[in-house]
T-cell receptor, first 112, second 115 residues
Framework: GNSVTQMEGPVTLSEEAFLTINCTYTATGYPSLFWYVQYPGEGLQLLLK?????DKGSNKGFEATYRKETTSFHLEKGSVQVSDSAVYFCALSDRNDYKLSFGAGTTVTVRA | DVKVTQSSRYLVKRTGEKVFLECVQD?????MFWYRQDPGLGLRLIYF???????EKGDIPEGYSVSREKKERFSLILESASTNQTSMYLC??????????????FGPGTRLTVL
């Protein structure tokens, strides 16, 4: 079956630090990969996505590259801000039925 | 913008009560989903629906049922609430086709406490 493993948190950083959150996956087919973000008190929002190998998704300074050879989709941002404090979820979709499988989530706190 | 709304942000119920969680989306999406979110477990799919009056079990359907009488509305029902159903419940929707089928849009969540 499909599964997603992401690095455990919590992660605490200072403003302008480099952020990376590791995500690896197991899938039987050719999934799409996603990063969702959940700000305090809110639902999940799509941050970025990639639909095939070597695609790079990017948004709000965040990037992630779909690496089929290492089955990974690591999230990176070069210079974080306090407003990036949130829970980040890696996910994959099974294109046969459009369901999403989520990782456990990583809580990121950015201090001024 | 896609908008997914949930009937309550916070809900407190007693063990054995019947609980209804309502979700409405305003973008004519075919697909709707109910998840529960628990610390350290991420999101787990309870039920989903591809069309009106259609439903399929997700990964953890036990103790839950759903209803979809209209395209825009998807209800989650706890027939007899138990304390282990205390959780955050998230509703999502997605469109079929157009390259966006697997992008889900989420509501703000309902934090349910069962006493």
């Amino acid at each position: 079956g499909n599964s997603v493993t992401q690095m455990e948190g919590p992660v605490t950083l200072s403003e302008e630090a480099f952020l990376t959150i590791n995500c690896t996956y197991t899938a039987t087919g050719y999934p799409s990969l996603f990063w969702y973000v959940q700000y305090p008190g809110e639902g999940l929002q799509l941050l970025l996505k990639a639909t095939k190998a070597d695609d790079k998704g990017s948004n709000k300074g965040f990037e992630a590259t779909y690496r089929k050879e290492t089955t990974s989709f690591h999230l990176e941002k070069g210079s974080v801000q306090v407003s990036d404090s949130a829970v980040y979820f890696c996910a994959l979709s099974d294109r046969n039925d459009y369901k999403l499988s989520f990782g456990a989530g990583t809580t990121v706190t950015v201090r001024a | 913008d896609v908008k997914v709304t949930q009937s309550s942000r916070y809900l407190v119920k007693r063990t054995g009560e019947k609980v209804f969680l309502e979700c409405v989306q305003d973008m004519d999406h075919e697909n709707m989903f109910w998840y529960r979110q628990d610390p350290g477990l991420g999101l787990r799919l309870i039920y989903f629906s591809y069309d009106v009056k259609m439903k399929e079990k997700g990964d953890i359907p036990e103790g839950y049922s759903v209803s979809r009488e209209k395209k825009e509305r998807f209800s989650l029902i706890l027939e007899s609430a138990s304390t282990n159903q205390t959780s955050m419940y998230l509703c999502a929707s997605s469109i079929t086709g157009g390259g966006e089928t697997d992008t889900q849009y989420f509501g703000p969540g309902t934090r349910l406490t069962v006493l």
